[in-house]
């Protein structure tokens, strides 16, 4: 079953302004990551965060994690065009199989 | 460096047919993944392989099997294939699966398959 949700399913902004998906989570985590989908391409990983970290930086993504809510935001600064695809959060389960559960995604369209 | 390659890109089945899909990486990753998507489902996986040799079932196992003969391998099988089936399928790799270490995925460009 999904781990992940996440909302909103879809987003749809003016260029420029700021984009915020939000996951939620069922179980314990290691880490959250964050992935990015271009219609027809396969995920591109874009940050990780560990569950010891309540925030981390990359360029213009803000992760946040809440770990005592189960909850994760990405937050998209100054959006462009090219930001327009689907991102996916992703929890490792706590074994040493490197597995993945992914939420079902936020498509975001930023429009030019 | 080509990372993550999957053949075929596309392929149309009728049902009860069989097919093997290819996945390849170049990464010297221990530790690879088969996923399908589905709109509005997300990333489900199939199966996975934490080694040379060593297969592992996913969350949606049913109607595929796997082998992994080389660890730069990693071969999806459908042994008959059903409509249920028409999904597009990832193939990912990672280079550690311990829960202390970063296990980004590395995902392949992915194969579109119908079954009529």
């Known amino acids: 079953s999904q781990q992940g949700e996440e909302d909103p399913q879809a987003l749809s902004i003016q260029e420029g302004e700021n984009a915020t998906m939000n996951c939620s989570y069922k179980?314990?985590?290691?880490?959250l990551q964050w992935y990015r989908q271009n219609s027809g391409r396969g995920l591109v990983h874009l940050i990780l965060?560990?569950?010891?970290?309540r925030e981390k930086h990359s360029g213009r993504l803000r992760v946040t994690l809440d770990t005592s809510k189960k909850s994760s935001s990405l937050l998209i600064t100054a959006s462009r065009a090219a930001d327009t695809a689907s991102y996916f959060c992703?929890?490792?389960?706590?074994?040493?199989?490197?597995?993945?559960?992914f939420g079902q995604g936020t498509t975001l369209q930023v429009k030019p | 460096n080509a990372g993550v390659t999957q053949t075929p890109k596309f392929r149309v089945l009728k049902t009860g047919q069989s097919m093997t899909l290819l996945c390849a990486q170049d990464?010297?990753?221990?530790?690879m993944y088969w996923y399908r998507q589905d709109p509005g489902m997300g990333l489900r996986l199939i199966h996975y392989?934490?080694?040379?040799?060593?297969?592992a079932k996913g969350e949606v196992p049913d109607g595929y099997n796997v082998s992994r003969l080389k660890k730069q391998n990693f071969l999806l099988g459908l042994e008959s294939a059903a409509p249920s089936q028409t999904s597009v399928y990832f193939c990912?790799?990672?280079?550690?699966?311990?829960?202390?270490?970063?296990?980004?995925?590395?995902f392949g460009p992915g194969t579109r398959l119908t079954v009529l």
């Open positions: 990912a790799s990672s280079s550690s699966g311990s829960s202390r270490a970063y296990n980004e995925q590395f």
């Open positions: 179980t314990s985590i290691n880490n």
């Open positions: 965060i560990r569950s010891n970290e």
């Open positions: 992703a929890t490792d389960a706590p074994s040493n199989t490197g597995k993945l559960i």
């Open positions: 990464m010297n990753h221990e530790y």
């Open positions: 392989s934490v080694g040379e040799g060593t297969t």
